[in-house]
């Protein structure tokens, strides 16, 4: 199992999350991103689900995502979550092999929803 955190500059007219476009939209542009936007055709990536999720205290919205990427050498799992705030994008992404998975959904899960944004 595999934990990422990152943050990373953006521009100022970016200060929210929805500015990329919708949790669907935006899953399809990390998944194309993560295998390579067809550079590499033996990768393939594919979005199960997306959702939005809001915080009314932090006055903050995180998109949640979970998607499989796929080549012949390996199988991942991976639940990812972004938020937007100040001209910086927030993402934490878990991954796991794709066997791996059954056993530890409902962990990966628990960690996205703690994911949340201090500042």
């Known amino acids: 199992m595999n934990r990422a955190r990152l943050t990373a500059c953006i521009s100022n007219l970016f200060t929210r999350i929805e500015a990329f476009g919708g949790p669907d939209e935006v899953g ?3 998944v194309r991103s993560i ?3 067809g550079q590499h055709p ?3 990536g594919t979005l199960i689900k997306s959702s939005l999720r809001e ?3 932090r006055n903050a919205k995180y998109y949640e995502l979970e ?3 796929e080549s012949p050498s390996f199988r991942r799992h991976n639940v990812f979550v972004c938020c ?4 910086r994008l927030f993402t ?3 991954q796991a092999p794709e066997s791996d998975w ?3 959904k409902s962990d990966f899960y628990r960690i996205a929803n703690s994911f949340s944004l201090t500042i």
């Open 42 to 44: 033996e990768v393939k």
């Open 92 to 94: 934490l992404n878990a």
């Open 84 to 87: 937007a705030r100040g001209g």
């Open 35 to 37: 295998t390579g936007s």
């Open 55 to 57: 915080d009314s205290v």
């Open 67 to 69: 998607f499989r990427v």
């Open 28 to 30: 399809e542009a990390v």
């Open 102 to 104: 059954p056993g530890l």
